[in-house]
Nanobody, 120 residues
Framework: QVHLVESGGGLVQAGGSLRLSCVAS????????MGWYRQAPGKQRDLVAE???????NYADSVKGRFTISRDNAKNTVYLQMASLKPEDTAVYYC??????????????WGQGTQVTASS
């Protein structure tokens, strides 16, 4: 079982920056991909950015050039540096981890979410 805890959300003026962190704990065999998703009220949960164990990244078009995802495999931690925030970035941000257990089973874990609000 893997437990994800996010931190770093908050309220910021448009144009500002925030850094989200997510730490994975518990019985961890291997985490392959870690990522961030977001969900605004009345909308579906969408991918923001994800990063593979080797550092390969993938970003939503809407955040390219403004957000940077990184991870520390030794600490089982993923970060999301957000810059030039826009009101449309306002959402609950969820950490995701796609892991493999000792039996080779693929498992999907989610954090509890952290609110990010960019005010205009």
């Amino acid at each position: 079982q893997v437990h994800l805890v996010e931190s770093g959300g908050g309220l910021v003026q448009a144009g500002g920056s925030l850094r989200l962190s997510c730490v994975a704990s518990g019985i961890i065999f291997r985490i392959d991909v870690m990522g961030w998703y977001r969900q605004a009220p009345g909308k579906q949960r969408d991918l923001v950015a994800e990063i593979g164990r080797g550092g390969t990244t993938n970003y939503a078009d809407s955040v390219k050039g403004r957000f940077t995802i990184s991870r520390d495999n030794a600490k089982n931690t993923v970060y999301l540096q957000m810059a030039s925030l826009k009101p449309e970035d306002t959402a609950v941000y969820y950490c995701n981890a796609r892991a493999v257990d000792s039996r080779g089973r693929e498992l999907d874990y989610w954090g509890q979410g952290t609110q990010v609000t960019a005010s205009s």
